[in-house]
């Protein structure tokens, strides 16, 4: 999954250093790392993993009614993380995700973006037991189609 697919660190991070809302989702997972940068006397910034939306649309009426006290978002940046959660650490991204929230907010607002890199991991997790498995997946091969593909005829056997 990781080695397919080419993202632009730098645009990424720029994303996450310019936006008020930046949105990181994950396709795989249907789930994406929300984080709002707005804040206000009462409210803080906010990192939250969320369902994936269907559509800005659909993502704009979600913010409006996770924080109603803040003015309807200008705009969002809109990320696709293709790539396996463990990237965003390797790749650096977490680390400027989580130094762009502690110049924004109190120290406890780097536990809540711990919890969503480990809600996220756990997630990650949950999806790749589900696809080894076959829980909620379908195969393109039966059983009994695997299984002839594996019987090599005596004849057939010369040819390889």
Same mark, same amino acid.
């Not at 940068?37 to 993502?59: L, W, Y």
């Not at 809109?78 to 110049?103: A, F, Q, T």
């Given at each position: ?6 993202? @632009? $660190? ?10 008020? $809302? +930046? ?10 790392? #929300? ?55 390797? #790749?650096?991204?977490?680390?400027? $995700?989580?130094?762009?929230?502690? *110049? ?6 780097? &536990?809540?973006? *711990? ?6 991991? &756990? ?9 080894? +498995? ?16 594996? *019987?090599? @005829? ?7």
């Amino acid at each position: 999954m990781d080695s397919d697919f080419r993202i @632009d $660190i730098s645009e990424v991070q720029r994303a996450i250093d310019v936006g008020e $809302i +930046t949105a990181l989702y994950f396709p795989l997972l249907r789930k994406t790392l #929300l984080m709002d940068t707005r804040t206000t006397a009462v409210d803080g910034p906010m990192i939250k993993v969320v369902p994936m939306a269907s559509s800005p649309e659909e993502r704009f009426r979600d913010l409006v009614r996770m924080r109603p006290r803040l003015p309807k978002p200008e705009s969002i940046n809109i990320v696709p993380w293709p790539k396996y959660v463990e990237s965003l650490v390797s #790749l650096e991204v977490w680390d400027h $995700i989580v130094r762009r929230y502690l *110049e924004l907010g109190p120290p406890e607002v780097v &536990k809540r973006c *711990e919890d969503c890199l480990e809600e996220l991991r &756990k997630l990650e997790r949950e999806e790749l037991r589900r696809a080894i +498995t076959g829980d909620k997946y379908e195969t393109l091969w039966d059983v009994r189609g695997t299984q002839e593909s594996a *019987e090599v @005829d005596d004849d057939e056997e010369d040819l390889f």
